[in-house]
């Protein structure tokens, strides 16, 4: 796995080199001491793998993560703080290690990337799993049930380790991060716009241009109740979409 290190204290940095010398798939491409250092060397080796502190001069972890938007590889945090935890799972982290990172702690959180990347690659090698519009699926949220048909959810939204379903007037909730959910959504019909959404196709009314060469969608509601949300679709996947929608 290409494995960036994003931290500025230089010693933290050889520690965690250190200890990963004892992980032979963890192939360190880079390091970097700062956000706007990481951005580079991200376009320039597209990792697998971030380890990223939080707390850094200029840009902080998540700051990074927002820059980067759709190209952002697996990453586990790396911190001295533990306030950070909550919302290190909203932008999606596999892991979330505190320091001084004790080895067994280390094995557990490269573990958990291992199995993403295999569910990853299982999902590429058989596209017959992906799930389709005419797919049902089992949502159970707190008391509520639903057995609703994929093509019915127009919208699926990012809440950390939860994922939200919008279809007709509902929104409930399941437990799966929405890159897991990728994975196994169609990708002729459901498409990723931005970190925290992936939008049905068939439920677009109205494309319009948007900040930095981004597009706004505008979807249909579920019914006349349900206010139309605007998604923002980021200015690289807006190269995707023109790409995926044209003739």
Not at 24 to 35: D, G, H, M, T
Not at 109 to 124: D, F, G, L, N, W
Not at 144 to 164: I, P, T
Not at 176 to 195: C, G, Q, T, V
């Amino acid at each position: 796995m290409k494995t960036i290190i994003v931290d500025d204290e230089r010693l933290a940095r050889n520690e965690l080199k250190r200890l990963l010398e004892d992980f032979p798939k963890i192939n360190i491409v880079a390091e970097a001491a700062n956000a706007d250092e990481a951005i580079e060397l991200i376009n320039e080796h597209n990792p697998d793998l971030l380890f990223l502190d939080i707390q850094m001069p200029g840009k902080n972890g998540f700051e990074l993560l927002e820059a980067i938007e759709d190209r952002v590889p697996e990453v586990i945090f790396t911190t001295a703080y533990d306030e950070y935890a909550l919302k290190a799972f909203e932008y999606n982290a596999l892991d979330y290690i505190m320091k001084p990172i004790d080895t067994a702690r280390l094995a557990e959180a490269i573990q958990k990337v291992e199995s993403e990347m295999k569910r990853a690659e299982t999902a590429v090698q058989h596209p017959e799993s992906y799930l389709g519009e005419n797919d049902q699926v089992f949502v159970k949220d707190g008391e509520k049930c639903w057995f609703v048909k994929l093509g019915k959810v127009r919208l699926f939204e990012s809440m950390g380790n939860y994922v939200r379903l919008h279809f007709e007037d509902q929104k409930p909730m399941i437990l799966k991060s929405l890159n897991s959910l990728e994975e196994r959504l169609d990708p002729k019909i459901f498409f990723r716009a931005n970190r925290k959404h992936i939008i049905n196709l068939n439920w677009i009314d109205k494309i319009e241009p948007w900040f930095s060469g981004g597009l706004l969608v505008t979807l249909k509601g579920g019914d006349k109740a349900t206010p139309l949300e605007k998604i923002e679709i980021s200015r690289r996947q807006s190269i995707k979409f023109k790409d995926l929608m044209s003739l």
